[in-house]
């Protein structure tokens, strides 16, 4: 046997094995998920790091992703569109402890624009359990109130405004060179 064969023989039984060891139907996505996804699956960033705006996508076959932002979230559901989704975990900024426990991403209430740190983005967005806790921080770091699709949209908006603004310093940069 040559080496490409081998290679391929193996590559073959590690997908195997992976399958054979995927997610069960009663595996619940939130056990032990800081340790089952340490990093964003978008942007390698560490999600204990990050753990005040980390999010946890739970897909229509049961298997789980973890990324570190809203932002990397929104790129993530953008390419796995097709998969389905079970749901989408936040993290609740208002509860106290590390690491910030996750809500679902549908009922959090979010701030966004305040003058809180955002994470893979300049402009904030952070997830809160308890509508009382958002207006408590909007009060002190400022912002909108908005829900999880508001969140996502903004961080579309971002991508889009960076692909734009990389396509047109790329083409200045061609030009350049040819003339």
Known sequence: MDRRTLLLAGLGFAAAARAA???????DPLVDELEKHPRCVICNMDRRKFHDARHLLHYGDGSAQGT????CAAECMLR???????AIYAPDFGAA????????AASAI???GSDLRGVMTPV?????????????????YGGEIAGFAAAVAASLEEMASGLARRYDNDRERLRRRAG
């Open 21 to 27: 060891d995927g997610p069960a139907a009663g595996d």
């Open 68 to 71: 570190c932002s809203v932002h």
């Open 80 to 86: 796995e569109r097709r998969r389905g989704f079970r």
């Open 97 to 104: 402890g590390e690491p910030k426990p996750l809500v679902e």
């Open 110 to 112: 979010y701030l966004i």
């Open 124 to 140: 904030s967005k952070v997830a809160f359990a308890s509508r009382d806790a958002a207006l408590q921080a909007r009060a002190v």
